[in-house]
């Protein structure tokens, strides 16, 4: 049984996509959830590897992360992956689209995680449907927070 989230939110900013950039390629400051720390590849490129931490001080990760495509003030995509066999459990997209000054921020999410067991075995169908429809739409509302938060962040800059 899997969990299945696709969301897509957008925010625009009065701001040039070169200065959203650097926040888009390191998001610890501005988004919630797991943390990044680089264990492999070169900084900021298409290949660069990532442990997502609960905590900065973890030592377990999560997640790996990997750059899969990197255009410098356009397009960051990652690549989700299981710390358990490396398996690919989705991906994430932030796209900049800059006119007339400001830029349009975009932030595409497909991810398709298997549930444990333990985790759903006492649960029936209903609660199960229930479940994965509260996690969608938990995760929608905070991926446009982040995204809110990112402005913030940007702004105050």
């Known amino acids: 049984m899997t969990l299945e989230i696709y969301a897509h939110s957008s925010v625009l900013m009065e701001q040039a996509a070169a200065d959203i950039?650097?926040?888009?390629?390191?998001?610890?400051?501005?988004?919630?959830?797991l943390k990044l720390r680089h264990v492999d590849g070169e900084q900021n490129q298409v290949g660069q590897v990532f442990a997502a931490l609960a905590s900065p001080?973890?030592?377990?990760?999560q997640l790996y992360v990997k750059n899969v495509e990197v255009i410098?003030?356009?397009?960051?995509?990652?690549?989700?992956?299981?710390p358990a066999d490396g398996a690919t459990v989705g991906?994430?997209?932030?796209?900049?689209?800059?006119?007339?000054?400001?830029?349009?921020?975009?932030?595409?999410?497909?991810?398709?995680?298997?549930?444990p067991e333990e985790a759903v075995v006492n649960m029936s169908a209903e609660q199960i449907a229930?479940?994965?429809?509260?996690?969608?739409?938990?995760?929608?509302a905070r991926y446009k927070d982040e995204l809110l938060a990112l402005k913030a962040a940007v702004e105050a800059r």
Do not use: C
């Open 72 to 82: 410098p003030n356009q397009l960051r995509t990652i690549k989700l992956m299981s």
């Open 57 to 61: 001080g973890d030592a377990t990760p």
């Open 130 to 140: 229930d479940m994965k429809a509260r996690q969608q739409a938990e995760n929608a």
């Open 21 to 33: 950039w650097p926040f888009v390629i390191d998001p610890n400051s501005w988004k919630q959830g």
């Open 91 to 115: 991906y994430s997209s932030w796209v900049l689209e800059e006119s007339y000054g400001m830029t349009r921020v975009s932030y595409h999410v497909y991810v398709s995680m298997p549930l």
